[in-house]
Every structure is written in C-alpha cells, then in structure tokens.
C-alpha cells in the first residue's frame, strides 16, 4: 500500500511542558475536566499547563480557547490530550500489536472509515488466524450499533481518532486482566463512580439493572438546550434518571434502556470491575461512544 506505518501515526507526539512556578495565577488551564484559575475540580487527571503551551502544541487552535474554557466549567468538562487520547493507555507491545493489525487488514491511517470499511474490517479481524471464521449476523449487526453509536452525527463516517480510540479500548479489554484495567483509573474517576454507586444502589449492592443504566450513564453529555441532549463520552458522572439523555428519536444509541430482571445484585469491587472500560471510554472529547455497553 506504500503506507509507512509508525507508533507517531498512532498516537503523535507527545511533548510535556513543566510549569514555571512564577506564572500568572489567571493565565493556568487545567487539563482535566475542568479549567478554573481559582476552583480547578478534576475529574479524570490534575495535570495543568499554560494555555499559550496548549495552543503551541495545536490543542487549542483559532478562537477555541473560549470554547474550551467554557466546556470545562460544564459537568462534561473538558479532557486533556494525555486523558483524551486512550491509545496512550497501551503499552509499546501492545502498540504494535495493533498496528501490526491495521497492517494486515489494509487500515489506511489517518484516514475516516465508512460503514463498509468498519465491517470489512470487523470481519478481516474475525479471520484472524482462520480462515474459515467469519462474523455471524447478530455480531455483524453489533458491529454496526458500534457503527452507529461511533457516528453520532450520522455523517456517514468514523474519525480515525475515534476509531482508534475504540480499537484500542477493545484490546485493553482483551489482553489486560480486570486488576490492570482498574489500575488506570484516577483517583477522581473511581470517587465518582463510588457515587453513582451509592445513588444508585442500595446499601451494600446494586441491581444488575441499574450497573447497566450507569454504565450508559458515562455517556450522557449535560443538556445544553430542553429536551434535547447530546451523547458524548467525557462524562464520568452519575445522571438523574429522569435525563433526557434517556430517550431521543435521533438516535437508537439514546433509546430507553428495556426493563431488565432484577434478579442479580452486585457489591462494589464487581460494579467498579464491570464499570471500569467504559468509565475508559468516557474519557475522550468526543461526542462518539467509543464502547457502547450492552442493553
């Protein structure tokens, strides 16, 4: 394909920069969920940088700052591009197994996926070592719900970033056990999710039910107009039941959750082990799910 593949084709370049301690109190963003010179609450990290660096580094471009300063004084807030981009998560093994992948199913980098691409290449990697292994309908369908959820905006196709970020989550969930995953967590990220627990649950348990309804809860972007409600995946926060993030006839991934059989209860250890990749997923600046949860 004459592609050179890189682990910069991945990610890009990553370039800290320190923070001299005689700087201005009001010229400080902080880079996690929330930008506030005076009141900086993070819910993802508490890394902080000066915004002229984030605009030299082309995370903040134009007259975006404003906007960037007013999403991070929201609920969803604002991740920065450390927390934003999860194929950071991987290490350098697993980095190259997924490039090695991309390799050979012909995924061209940097470049959108429609939803023939995204299914082309759902059933190349099905065939992965068998050849005679192909999706089944019902996960041909899944695939496309993904699709779907990916593309909320319904343009047709998915941003690389995305895409990436999903294929990443995908093979964290693969090849880490449930302690490493939980071990990417923030402090903040694990408070909050013990909230939705306690919210939600009772006492010492919660409903299978309502993990599943918190798990779709990471995903609920605070509504910006009445009754409408945009998805996006950097909430990490419980939401009230009645959102009306609960239901939207734009699109099937907003649906009301069905009615589920409260026959399971689980204590806190089980709903963080089967909240943990998904309260991952929440993390990008995106208004793609990067791992839509079950139901």
Same mark, same amino acid.
């Given at each position: 394909? %004459? ?32 930008? &506030? ?20 580094? %082309?995370?903040?471009? %134009? ?13 969803? %807030?604002? &991740? ?20 090695? @992948?991309?390799?050979?199913? $012909? ?9 023939? =691409? ?5 059933? #190349? ?25 990916? =593309? ?9 970033? =995305? ?9 964290? #969930? ?21 909230? @939705? ?19 779709? &809860? ?22 009230? =039941? ?11 991934? $907003? ?9 399971? *209860?689980?204590?806190?250890?089980? *709903? ?19 791992? $839509?949860?079950?139901?």
């Amino acid at each position: 394909m %004459g592609v050179e593949w890189s682990l910069r084709s991945l990610t890009g370049p990553v370039i800290l920069h320190p923070l001299p301690s005689s700087a201005p109190p009001g010229s400080w963003m902080t880079t996690s969920l929330q930008i &506030s010179a005076w009141s900086p609450e993070s819910l993802v990290c508490t890394r902080v940088f000066h915004d002229g660096c984030l605009r030299r580094m %082309g995370y903040i471009q %134009g007259d975006s700052a404003a906007e960037v300063t007013e999403t991070a004084h929201t609920e969803t %807030g604002w &991740s920065c591009h450390y927390c934003d981009n999860l194929n950071l998560l991987l290490t350098e093994e697993e980095m190259y197994s997924l490039t090695e @992948t991309f390799q050979q199913c $012909k995924v061209i980098p940097d470049c959108s996926l429609t939803l023939e =691409d995204f299914l082309r290449y759902r059933h #190349q990697t099905a065939k992965r070592g068998n050849s005679d292994r192909a999706l089944s309908e019902e996960q041909e369908e899944q695939a496309a719900r993904q699709f779907a959820a990916l =593309d909320p905006e319904h343009r047709g196709h998915v941003e690389w970033p =995305d895409f990436l970020s999903h294929e990443s989550l995908l093979l964290l #969930q693969q090849l880490r056990p449930q302690n490493s995953l939980l071990r990417l967590l923030t402090v903040k990220e694990r408070e909050r999710a013990r909230a @939705t627990f306690l919210a939600r649950g009772s006492g010492s348990t919660i409903s299978e039910a309502e993990c599943h309804r918190a798990q779709h &809860s990471w995903f609920c972007k605070r509504p910006i107009e009445a009754p409408s409600c945009s998805v996006s995946v950097s909430h990490v926060g419980p939401i009230a =039941d009645s959102s009306p993030a609960s239901s939207s006839s734009k699109s099937q991934d $907003k649906a009301p959750l069905p009615t589920e059989p409260e026959s399971r *209860f689980v204590d806190w250890p089980t *709903f963080l082990q089967e909240s943990v990749i998904y309260i991952l997923a929440a993390r990008p600046n995106s208004l793609a799910i990067h791992l $839509k949860p079950p139901g």
